[in-house]
């Protein structure tokens, strides 16, 4: 399987999106469509907020100069 990505799971969420308003989808099919974009939203939640939190990880120090300190997520713990 390949490896998702912000990216391809927004293109794959659009497409769900299109499908299920076309209406041309059984209620099973739009189900299972449903689904997988609820899975998609949760993937992509959690890439923006860990995202959010690298981007917080960048420092200011006195003189006003920007440096980054190492992130490290809860996986890595």
Avoid: H, W, Y
Avoid at 4 to 20: C, D, H, Y
């Amino acid at each position: 399987m390949a490896k998702l990505t912000f990216e391809k799971s927004m293109k794959q969420l659009e497409q769900i999106v299109q499908e299920l308003e076309s209406g041309d989808l059984s209620l099973e099919k739009a189900i299972n469509k449903f689904e997988e974009g609820i899975r998609l939203t949760k993937f992509c939640s959690e890439k923006l907020d860990e995202t959010e939190k690298k981007i917080t990880m960048l420092l200011r120090d006195k003189e006003g100069n920007i440096s980054e300190k190492p992130f490290i997520t809860d996986v890595e713990e």
